[in-house]
């Protein structure tokens, strides 16, 4: 138990430091708030309307397409380190996987999704 | 290596590469025959039952993959259920999604593959990928209509509490990895006892553990209070959809709790573990579903929101058989996820078929069914009755058995809240069937279903009249899938 004791308090204390630094920066800090001061700069013009609009759904659909091969990539990388000791049975699964994606991909393909219309 | 038997996994094999294929299909065939997406996808099944029959008995992958008789057992559940959920999805898939009948048929068979491969996890990391391959498709199949908010807000519902039980589910399995270090649950059983019989007691780190799998699992099952979601999701998505979730998708949450729980935490089903004994937890959760759903199911006048009811009140009666955590207790619940598979799915059906007719899933619409079209208003009839446990219908049988093994296992209160509760649920059957036969309106609907959903009915019918007349094949099937655990 006593390590879980030690989490306990590192958690407090970690808690503890983030609010005692806002804290004394309020004490040390003046205060003087003006309208020009609170505008957002360096970033560009002010934001005209909400940023509540409808986006063009079909950049979504891209954008899923995209992490299912961004995926993949994650698991090509283990499986590359240790393909030299994995040796052809790793190969043949790994083009089993691919080949099942890229059936996807030609899926969507097919049905159009890819098309900007 | 000895155990490298690969045959056993050609079933799920073949249902995934079929499933692939049905994707393929719809690009080949474009619109030409919308039926031949839907033959095709039972022929699937078909065959993959066949393959089930000849590759089995086995393990595979040290362990993890194991293809026992209680697999089977549900194996075949699945299959079947997913077989009606096809059969009764004609009319739909060439009407309101024929658009993406592929996708449709794909993704039904590839959610009752991942139902397979939970049913066959011997070990915790399989059985959550078993049940996310499960879970996704159906959160997809759920919003199907996509034009219909109610289906759109049932896909929403279901994929949030899904995910959300999902993470709880996960915790709790961590939970267990962590106290016994290792994710095989027969060991996980080994070290649980060895940490026992040395230190004399556990911490309580496995009250979290147990309390958050009960809660994880609960959530598929619908198991109260974690049910919520059931009624609206139930509504909203596509009838044979809603008909696969509250067969298929139970049976899958069945079998991992059964694997989990009566397997892995079978020593901790006795009043002496208390307070870690998870019997007492399950039968209080059992005996609030069957109180609320059968009493809520009273009010509905919705159909499929009556049937989710009264499925949260059927998985109350399934699990009076589990708490028991007998040969007769498991085997109980396999028997009555079979007659339910046949009485669940062929009620479905009906509404399916009645909803592609008339658009409407009100209970009174159904008034004077009897005068038009007897033979269905029969076949629902027997569905119904047999959902409440009437002789000698198969609900019957199975409810009889579940209270058996109820009361051998010392629940005596539970089966005696299971027996009130039966009561009060053949109100709300009964009042359908008076409903169709004695309602004073003058009849004008007259339903004829496609081939494959008279079919499917057919199947539903004579299977619960066979099985509730002769139970012994079934149950000494099932009794013999119950002997894998070493009880």
Same mark, same amino acid.
């Given at each position: ?45 002010? #934001? ?5 609009? &409808? ?5 979504? @659909?891209?954008?899923? !397409? /995209?992490? *299912? ?8 990388? #283990? ?5 030299? &000791? ?5 190969? @043949?699964?790994?083009? !089993? /996987?691919? *080949? ?18 | ?487």
């Amino acid at each position: 138990m006593n390590e879980y004791a030690a989490v306990l308090i590192f958690l407090f204390v970690g808690i503890g430091v983030v609010l005692f630094t806002f804290f004394l920066a309020r004490l040390v800090r003046p205060s003087n708030p003006y309208k020009a001061k609170n505008q957002n700069y360096e970033c560009a013009e002010p #934001p005209i309307g909400s940023g509540w609009i &409808q986006f063009n759904n079909r950049f979504y @659909i891209f954008a899923l !397409i /995209f992490v *299912v091969f961004d995926v993949e990539a994650i698991f090509l990388f #283990p499986w590359a380190v240790a393909f030299g &000791q994995l040796g052809l049975y790793a190969l @043949i699964e790994m083009i !089993i /996987f691919i *080949v099942i994606l890229l059936f996807g991909l030609f899926y969507a393909w097919k049905k159009g999704v890819l098309k900007w219309v | 290596m000895t155990d490298q038997n690969w045959s056993i996994l050609i079933p799920e094999i073949f249902l995934f590469i079929w499933a692939l294929f049905i994707f393929g299909l719809d690009l080949g065939i474009k619109r030409k025959n919308p039926k031949i997406l839907g033959y095709s996808a039972m022929a699937g099944l078909t065959i993959t039952g066949i393959l089930l029959a000849i590759f089995n008995g086995g393990i595979l992958f040290k362990g993890m993959f194991q293809s026992d008789q209680l697999a089977i057992f549900f194996k075949v559940i699945f299959i079947g259920s997913a077989f009606m959920a096809v059969g009764s999805s004609f009319d739909i898939a060439s009407e309101k999604i024929r658009h993406h009948r592929g996708e449709y048929y794909g993704l039904i068979l590839f959610s009752t593959v991942g139902m397979m491969f939970l049913s066959s996890a011997s070990e915790l990391i399989t059985l959550y990928i078993g049940m996310e391959l499960t879970t996704i498709p159906l959160y997809v199949l759920a919003a199907f209509y996509k034009d219909d908010k109610l289906s759109v807000e049932a896909g929403l519902k279901y994929l949030i509490v899904g995910a959300f039980s999902s993470a709880i589910l996960l915790y709790g399995l961590s939970l267990l990895y962590g106290l016994t270090g290792t994710t095989d649950i027969v060991t996980m059983k080994i070290n649980l006892s060895l940490v026992f019989l040395s230190y004399g007691k556990i911490g309580p780190g496995l009250i979290l553990a147990m309390i958050m799998v009960i809660a994880g699992i609960g959530f598929k099952l619908a198991l109260v209070p974690f049910h919520m979601w059931a009624p609206d999701v139930y509504q909203g998505a596509p009838t044979p959809i809603t008909a696969f979730l509250s067969v298929g998708s139970k049976a899958a949450g069945v079998v991992a709790f059964a694997r989990i729980f009566v397997n892995g935490l079978i020593a901790f089903a006795s009043d002496v573990m208390k307070p870690l004994d998870w019997g007492i937890i399950v039968a209080i959760l059992a005996a609030a579903a069957m109180i609320l759903g059968n009493i809520t199911a009273l009010r509905q006048r919705n159909i499929k929101r009556m049937l989710a009811y009264s499925s949260i009140a059927q998985i109350g009666y399934v699990m009076v058989g589990m708490v028991a955590a007998s040969e007769l207790g498991i085997a109980s619940v396999g028997y009555y996820m079979f007659i339910y598979l046949f009485a669940n799915m062929g009620a479905f059906t009906i509404a399916t078929i009645f909803n592609d007719k008339t658009g409407s899933d009100g209970i009174i619409s159904y008034s004077g069914l009897s005068k038009t079209s007897p033979i269905f208003a029969a076949y629902m009839s027997i569905f119904l009755l047999s959902l409440a446990g009437i002789p000698p219908l198969g609900g019957f049988a199975a409810k009889y058995l579940v209270f058996a093994a109820g009361i051998q296992a010392g629940y005596t209160w539970l089966v005696i809240v299971a027996l009130l509760t039966s009561v009060v649920s053949l109100y709300y059957y009964a009042n359908i069937i008076k409903t169709m036969y004695f309602s004073a309106e003058e009849p004008t609907i007259k339903i004829h279903p496609s081939f494959p959903a008279n079919l499917v009915l057919l199947i539903s019918v004579i299977g619960i009249i066979l099985f509730g007349i002769f139970p012994g094949p079934i149950l000494d099937w099932a009794l013999e899938s119950a002997k894998i655990f070493a009880f």
